[in-house]
């Protein structure tokens, strides 16, 4: 089992950033790949980063040039530095852990946080 714990959500202005957490517990050593996905009022959830264990990232288009992902495994703690927020950004943002086929596919996932909010204002 691992948990996840998201944190760093919040209320910012557009053209602000934010970085969110996701601190990983348990048997991390299973977690060959981590992704934030997002869900807003009304919409299925999406991709919006993965990072494998060799450190490939890979992005959804619409935050290509704005989010970072990154980790520090000493700490077992994923990150999302958010730059250049956008109202459309506005939603809840998950950590996943230990991809199965798809990164892209929110079911392909089999651990997840429980969310942080994000909302941008206009």
């Known amino acids: 089992q691992v948990q996840l714990v998201e944190s760093g959500g919040g209320l910012v202005q557009a053209g602000g950033s934010l970085r969110l957490s996701c601190a990983a517990s348990?048997?991390?050593?299973?977690?060959?790949?981590m992704a934030w996905f997002r869900q807003a009022p009304g919409k299925d959830r999406e991709f919006v980063t993965v990072?494998?264990?060799?450190?490939?990232?890979s992005y959804a288009d619409p935050v290509k040039g704005r989010f970072t992902i990154f980790r520090d495994n000493a700490k077992n703690t994923m990150y999302l530095q958010m730059n250049s927020l956008k109202p459309e950004d506005t939603a809840v943002y998950y950590c996943?852990?230990?991809?199965?086929?798809?990164?892209?596919?929110?079911?392909?996932?089999?651990?997840w946080g429980q969310g942080t909010e994000v909302t941008v204002s206009s």
């Open positions: 348990g048997r991390t050593f299973n977690t060959n790949a």
């Open positions: 990072i494998w264990s060799d450190g490939t990232t």
């Open positions: 996943a852990a230990a991809l199965g086929d798809t990164y892209y596919r929110a079911t392909s996932w089999h651990y």
